[in-house]
């Protein structure tokens, strides 16, 4: 569950990058979050990752109080978050395994849980016969499934995707958004962050706008 009460960032140029925002997304759920550059959005994910403090306002995210969270425990926090970034942020000499395997081993997982997990994820986003390549020798989309793989590798509770379209062609664009249903599907939270209102009235469902910091619309679509 992903919860604020009454949150307000202002950064210490005096901008106020989110005013009063209330907001809960339940176990289990896909919302779109949408709105334009410099809204907030890009804030948002920076406090549901305790990268920020909120100025005032509480913040709960998969059971952990974010305000009462020291510091040194927020690996723990991030644990149950997958999170995908725009520009894939791959490593160019590790080929599409080890990329995904890279998570694991960060967290000293056991080597058997890799060997399975690990083909298993990375066959859940279709690229089984692409382990070996390296990124270079992917298109776009496919290095997109694989950001998305090293996402799931971990079984978080919540995903969250930042602007996971942005570099991608239109059918590419609709098959990752599809995946992502797929995988909310199956009981992970997902929330992708998107200024692209197209794929959001495409696909429908719950949608947050953000706009100059405050939610202006929050409901079902299509």
């Not at 056991?110 to 298109?139: C, F, M, Q, T, W």
């Not at 995707?161 to 239109?170: H, K, S, Y």
């Not at 959001?200 to 706009?211: A, E, K, L």
């Amino acid at each position: 569950m992903v919860e604020l009460k009454n949150v307000s960032v202002t950064y210490s140029n005096g901008v106020d990058a989110l005013n009063d925002v209330s907001l809960r997304i339940n176990d289990g759920e896909f919302a779109f979050v949408v709105g334009k550059s410099g809204a907030g959005k890009s804030t948002l994910i920076r406090l549901l990752l305790q990268e920020i403090e909120p100025t005032s306002g509480k913040i709960t995210v998969n059971g952990f109080n974010l305000g009462k969270l020291k510091k040194n425990k927020a690996h723990k926090l991030r644990r149950t978050i997958g999170f995908v970034f725009q520009d894939f942020k791959l490593i160019d000499t590790m080929n599409v395994y080890d990329n995904v395997a890279f998570v694991l081993r960060s967290i000293d997982a056991p080597i058997k849980y890799i060997r399975n997990r690990v083909p298993y994820v990375i066959s859940l986003v279709g690229l089984k016969d692409k382990a070996k390549a390296y990124p270079h020798e992917l298109s776009g989309g496919e290095q997109q499934r694989v950001a998305l793989a090293r996402a799931l590798v971990n079984d978080p509770q919540l995903i969250i995707a930042d602007e996971p379209t942005g570099n991608l062609d239109p059918t590419n664009k609709i098959e990752i958004l599809e995946l992502l249903k797929a995988i909310n599907a199956c009981g992970t939270t997902v929330m992708v962050v998107t200024h692209e209102h197209e794929l959001v009235q495409y696909f429908g469902g719950r949608t947050i706008s953000i706009t100059d910091g405050r939610i202006t619309f929050d409901d079902y679509i299509g």
